[in-house]
């Protein structure tokens, strides 16, 4: 109650320069641009379909898997998961770690299908590698934090996340949240993408109101097997907490490649390509690490 009242009179570090400029430092500065260009003239392939969802707002819903299958995966995971851990700033979620090489192929081949392959490529025009994946156990809680708060993620303004939820919304009432790309922009030009995880705010009404604005949020109660693929430097989005129950969902950071996902999947033993989930400060280092020169 006192929380919400002061955080509603919070005062917000709003800088209309800030995204534009977070765009600039990954894309241009540290060359992820570039990167994609080159992975763009690697590429042999042609265009599967006409412009999707993802290409048109930079978000959409998706049945990844059959619930059956999603089912398999959680009823697996004791026996392949070698730890848990948690970060404290890590929105009460824990890291389940599975190493175990054969079963992560095993349903990532499942996942990536011809469709959502073929989805993937358009998007980037070019084949894509899995940077990084994590399995995410939340557990439910009332206080949001972080990623449960309006945010989006920094980094090349053209990388791609799936998020696959693997139980019932039902289960947990827990989801993620998202806005367009185009309100996001809207957003981006009063100030508020990219500011300070602590500026971070629940509920941005009262900020639409008092710009003028309207908006419309996209959620879907997700079912064990579905997910969202989305662009997460480019769509405001939050999760929502679960309060019912734990919430499991795989994370998958998608960038472009110039040779096929499971190449780079066998290349780096199915770890991929980011320490500690973080971004290479130079693209032209992964670049010499996709092209095995390292
Ligand atoms: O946990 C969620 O629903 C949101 C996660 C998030 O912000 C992200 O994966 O970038
Ligand atoms: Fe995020």
Redesign the pocket.
């Known amino acids: 109650m006192w929380f919400n009242f002061f955080s509603k009179k919070r005062k917000l570090d709003l800088d209309p320069s800030r995204a534009k400029a977070t765009y600039a430092l990954y894309d241009e500065t540290r060359g992820y641009a570039h990167y994609t260009r080159q992975c763009q003239d690697a590429f042999r392939g042609n265009r599967h379909s006409k412009p999707s969802l993802l290409e048109q707002q930079g978000i959409e819903h998706l049945t990844i898997l059959e619930e059956k299958n999603a089912d398999d995966f959680l009823s697996q995971l004791p026996s392949v998961t070698q730890k848990a851990y948690s970060k404290p700033e890590m929105?009460y979620s824990e890291f389940l770690q599975i190493r175990d090489q054969g079963f992560l192929l095993q349903w990532f081949q499942k996942i990536f299908s011809t469709e959502l392959t073929n989805k993937i490529r358009d998007y980037f025009g070019s084949e894509f590698l899995i940077y990084w994946h994590a399995f995410?156990k939340?557990q439910p809680a009332d206080q949001p934090t972080r990623?449960?708060l309006w945010?989006c993620?920094k980094g090349p303004s053209s990388h791609l996340?799936i998020?696959l939820y693997l139980n019932d919304f039902q289960e947990h009432q827990g989801?993620?949240i998202f806005l367009d790309r185009a309100t996001t922009d809207k957003f981006a030009k009063i100030g508020y993408v990219f500011g300070p995880v602590k500026k971070r705010i629940e509920d941005l009404g009262e900020l639409a109101k008092q710009n003028g604005m309207t908006f419309q949020a996209h959620s879907w109660e997700m079912q064990a097997g579905q997910g969202i693929i989305f662009e997460?430097a480019q769509v405001l989005?939050?999760?929502?907490l679960p309060s019912t129950g734990h919430r499991y969902?795989l994370?998958f950071c998608l960038l472009p490649s110039p040779m096929h996902w499971q190449v780079m999947f066998d290349r780096t033993n199915g770890e991929g390509f980011s320490s500690g989930y973080t971004w290479h400060e130079d693209a032209q280092k992964l670049w010499e690490e996709v092209q095995g020169q390292n």
């Open positions: 929105d995410l939340a990623s449960f945010h993620d996340k998020l989801n993620t997460p989005h939050r999760g929502w969902v994370v």
